[in-house]
């Protein structure tokens, strides 16, 4: 078959939906506008474990506009069906108002509804609450590790006890909140037996599965609406107990609720990347080829469900080591459950590995690019799979070249510019590429123009446009000409939008769909025998600008407009079952080489990052433009993990101090002044079939590594603690 041009797919386009984002008419979930709509606040659980001993409800539900307050004592009981939902973590989830246990400090422990917002939220601040108070465990170094999940090659004991080389080392990751732009928030309404919700979600299929299992609904009965979604980094991927107390209150108040968290609650009520320490004890011989490595990891998760993520994953494959050991140990605390985090697992696990990779190269001697570079692996060490494509070697020598780091001097502390001290840093990043099921349908209109629909989500790295680019292709249409829908469990079933799999998952759905779409009109062309291309070879058509004709031969050919109507066919249509490809097993991630320069105040410690560069093995590029701002935006967070985030807990009742966007630093535009990703050019047809890799977790992931390394070769000192405080510098 002739190749179909592309002229969509990889074109630096703007996003098809900027429009209504910049007018205000693109609608967020607590947004839409329904009649009858009244509002919930939630009461807060103000101790860090025990029991709810007394819920006075009086003063509240005296306060005019007060409809309900529904707490443990009064709420009906739900039938929570043992199917875990969308929310697939080992334990027992959360039940709103079940029973009278407090589990973590901000449980929410009742809910008011009013017919106002600000009657809400005073009715929700004159209910009384009385606790039987216990002691609570909110201390990664305090609590008692679980059971292990455990990864052993070679004899890591010997190696290390052999090892010319050795260092033992430990690195502490402060708890991150997501804290995107949008608050989280759900609007429900029923109508009879079926439950709609306008919910802020990166995974509406489990949404709606987690409320068909709660309320014990067929899947069909539970409708989710999300077409916009104003950032997520992770922490829409599961439906937290808010939305089902906004639905449960809007069956007992018999009309649409809605419930929007504050920035405060968000930060017990929708998850966390946890806490870490990671211990790391790794050797080599005295030329830099690693010999042996132990890892020992420990995480926070919650005293009811336990969270877990990939974070073992690049100390087993990213460099060839023939003996590395692993034990990866959670810890169960009186928190509320953490939650997938941009670059979940890797951003962390990459952290410790290539800080530990640092340490190693300036105890050698050596230049870190160099020790990388003796300990590439020729296949993935993990498991002995050839890579599909991994070309981390040659993303050192273009970002090494761009950045200039023949200039960096390897002495620490040896670079100054008045009271600065500068200093250079570097390190690897990979993501492993996730693919997964999806769906998709299309309809190819007499008009010309094309409808395509997927539940899958755009949480802002532009999945309308991308998704558009790949469909206008396939078509052949113009961008303009298609209409790319998504955000409504009505739409055929999407995995998560996270993982970096949205692209290779969906993308791939609407690519199929959108390929039959244009092979059924081929065809009824060439049967057409009033057709133009009547007769011709199906694998010599081609479709430009709406328009089907012979490869090699514009003239000859029509219009879908002209051959629908002449067949008096108002539409085609195409429906799209993607499954992942199953060939020869291969090793399949990104790969990343990011690059830093610091100035830290040499009196002050104040750190001060003046640039930084990244160079992406990420497969295909669909949208240059929205890779960028990926990028950048994956670095601007790595910034903030690195020098500024940290979530400050009172550990005497659990209370999180810095619960708002005063107290909890983020990178600003004045801690990013220069930026910049470059993309090596390529396709991975073995990862799916786009070629893409993603993208979306992969750019956060050595950011900060790449900026504690640059910190140490500008000052001498090594911050094996993040943030890296100005304090840790004095």
């Known amino acids: 078959m002739s190749p179909q041009p592309q002229s969509a797919v990889g074109a630096p386009l703007s996003r098809v939906d900027g429009r209504l984002k910049v007018t205000g008419r693109a609608e967020y979930a607590a947004e839409h506008d329904l009649a009858g709509t009244v509002h919930a606040v939630i009461v807060d659980a103000s101790i860090g474990r025990g029991r709810v001993t007394s819920v006075d409800t009086r003063a509240a539900e005296a306060h005019a506009g007060v409809l309900r307050v529904i707490h443990h004592g009064n709420a009906p009981r739900l039938p929570y069906r043992d199917n875990q939902g969308s929310n697939n973590l080992p334990g027992r989830r959360l039940r709103a108002f079940q029973d009278d246990r407090v589990l973590f400090h901000g449980q929410p422990v009742a809910v008011v509804v009013a017919t106002s917002l600000e009657a809400a939220q005073h009715g929700a601040s004159l209910v009384t609450v009385g606790y039987d108070a216990e002691e609570s465990s909110t201390d990664l170094s305090e609590g008692e590790p679980g059971q292990p999940a455990e990864y052993a090659r070679g004899d890591a004991e010997a190696g290390l006890r052999d090892a010319a080389v050795r260092l033992d080392l430990t690195y502490r990751l402060a708890r991150n909140h997501h804290n995107p732009m949008e608050p989280h928030a759900t609007i429900a309404r029923w109508d009879g037996d079926r439950l709609t919700v306008w919910d802020k979600t990166q995974w509406v299929p489990g949404t709606q599965l987690e409320l068909s299992t709660v309320f014990d609904l067929p899947l069909e009965s539970v409708r989710v609406v999300n077409p916009f979604v104003g950032g997520g980094f ?68 919650s005293s009811y469900e336990t969270f877990t993520e990939a974070v073992m994953s690049p100390g087993q494959m990213l460099y060839g080591n023939p003996s590395v050991r692993q034990a990866y140990r959670t810890v169960p605390l009186d928190v509320s459950s953490p939650i997938w985090m941009r670059g979940p697992g890797a951003a962390t696990g990459v952290h410790a590995v290539e800080s530990a990779m640092d340490e190693l190269a300036h105890e050698l001697g050596m230049d870190p690019i160099e020790l990388r570079r003796r300990n590439e692996p020729a296949q993935d060490p993990s498991n002995n799979t050839p890579f599909s494509t991994r070309r981390l070697l040659e993303c050192y020598t273009v970002g090494a070249r761009e950045f200039g780091w023949d200039r960096r001097r390897q002495q620490p502390r040896s670079t100054r510019d008045g009271d600065w001290l500068i200093g250079m840093g570097m390190a690897a990043g990979v993501y492993h590429t996730g693919v997964a099921p999806a769906q998709s349908r299309g309809r190819l209109h007499a008009d010309g123009t094309a409808v395509v629909e997927s539940a899958t989500s755009d949480m802002g790295p532009g999945t309308y446009t991308a998704q558009t680019q790949v469909a206008a292709d396939a078509l052949g249409l113009a961008v303009r000409a298609v209409d790319y829908r998504l955000g409504d469990s009505l739409y055929p079933q999407t995995p998560p939008h996270g993982g970096s799999m949205t692209m290779a998952s969906v993308g791939s759905a609407t690519l199929d769909v959108c390929d039959q779409l244009r092979r059924q009109a081929i065809r009824l062309a060439v049967e057409d025998e009033e057709s133009p291309l009547h007769g011709v070879d199906a694998d010599d058509i081609v479709v430009r600008n709406g328009r089907l004709h012979v490869q090699g031969n514009p003239a000859r050919g029509e219009t879908y407009k002209s051959l629908l109507r002449r067949n008096q066919r108002d539409r085609l249509e195409a429906s799209s079952s993607f499954d992942p490809p199953r060939g020869e097993r291969r090793s399949i991630s990104a790969y990343s080489a990011v690059f830093a320069e610091v100035a830290v105040d040499a009196t002050l410690g104040l750190v001060r990052v003046r640039r930084m560069l990244a160079v992406y093995d990420a497969g295909r590029i669909i949208s240059p433009k929205l890779a960028d701002s990926q990028a950048l935006g994956g670095m601007v967070g790595g910034i903030g993990a690195a020098l500024l985030e940290h979530t400050s807990t009172d550990h005497r009742d659990g209370r999180i101090v810095n619960a708002n966007l005063a107290d909890y630093l983020v990178p600003v535009n004045a801690d990013v002044p220069d930026l910049r990703a470059i993309y090596l050019d390529g396709e991975d047809y073995d990862a799916d079939p786009l070629g893409v890799k993603g993208l979306a977790e992969l750019v956060i992931v050595g950011v900060a590594p790449a900026l504690g390394n640059a910190v140490f070769n500008a000052t001498g000192r090594r911050v094996r603690e993040l943030p890296i405080t100005a304090e840790s510098l004095l």
Do not use: N
Request: with cysteine; hydrophobic share 40%.
């Open 234 to 301: 992770g922490s829409g991927l599961r439906c937290w107990p808010h939305t089902v107390v906004a639905a449960l209150a809007a069956r007992e108040v018999g009309r649409p609720v809605k419930l929007v968290l504050t920035r405060r609650q968000m930060y017990f009520g929708t998850g966390f990347r946890p806490s870490y320490a990671y211990r790391l004890s790794i050797g080599s011989d005295r030329t830099g080829r690693l010999v042996a490595a132990d890892h020992r990891i420990e995480a926070e998760t």
